[in-house]
């Protein structure tokens, strides 16, 4: 008897392709993309008309605050602290300096601003100013606008700004609106 060589047994790769692409598209479709994350800004719409030119703002009327490279704080030419920026703020907003405010309950410094429908925040930062810093700094200025807007809703409402109804809300937005400009990074230095 003569032997038989036995063949090697062939695997059919026919379908591997099918099986590759399958798991391809599995993958594609299962697979969470990481989205960059950032600040959400609602910018004022775009119009082609013709802009009226801007108005000319009192200097007592702006709140500068610096943040340097160093992630240091210069709020209205003193150096500050994180955990002063959010009073300072509240106290330049609601200060009512002309009178014309019947909610504000500020001091009424003729040096500070007049009203909070005048009141602008001005934030900069220098180029090596870390994100983070920027962040807590920017936090700290709309928890200025929150916390004022939260007590007169109290005051008025009996309820806190979130609870109330979108028409009571724009009340509230219209005795303190918010104006906080964030100019561009200069490069300062220290």
């Known amino acids: 008897m003569g032997s038989r060589k036995r063949g090697v047994p062939e695997i059919n790769a026919g379908s591997m392709a099918d099986i590759a692409f399958l798991l391809l598209i599995f993958f594609l ?5 990481d989205v960059d994350k950032g600040l959400l800004v609602k910018l004022p719409p775009w119009s082609e008309e013709a802009q009226e030119p801007p108005q000319d703002i ?7 605050v610096l943040v340097n490279a160093q992630d240091q704080l210069l709020v209205e030419d003193e150096y500050a602290t994180l955990e002063d920026v959010r009073r300072m703020a509240k106290e ?3 200060n009512n300096g ?17 009203n ?29 606008y929150s916390e004022l807007r ?11 700004y979130e609870s109330l109804s979108e028409s009571d809300k ?3 937005n219209a005795v303190y609106p918010q104006f906080i400009s964030e100019a561009e990074p ?3 230095g220290g």
């Open 29 to 33: 479709v299962t697979t969470t993309m």
């Open 58 to 64: 009192k200097e007592k009327n702006i709140f500068v």
């Open 92 to 94: 330049f907003i609601d």
């Open 98 to 114: 002309d009178g014309t405010c019947q909610e504000c309950r500020g001091l009424r410094d003729p040096a500070s601003s007049d």
């Open 116 to 144: 909070p429908g005048k009141a602008v925040i001005s934030l900069q930062n220098d180029r090596g100013t870390s994100y983070n810093m920027f962040i807590k700094v920017r936090n700290e200025l709309l928890g200025a």
């Open 150 to 160: 939260n007590d007169l809703a109290t005051r008025k409402y009996g309820r806190d």
């Open 170 to 172: 724009e009340e509230v």
């Open 186 to 188: 200069v490069e300062v």
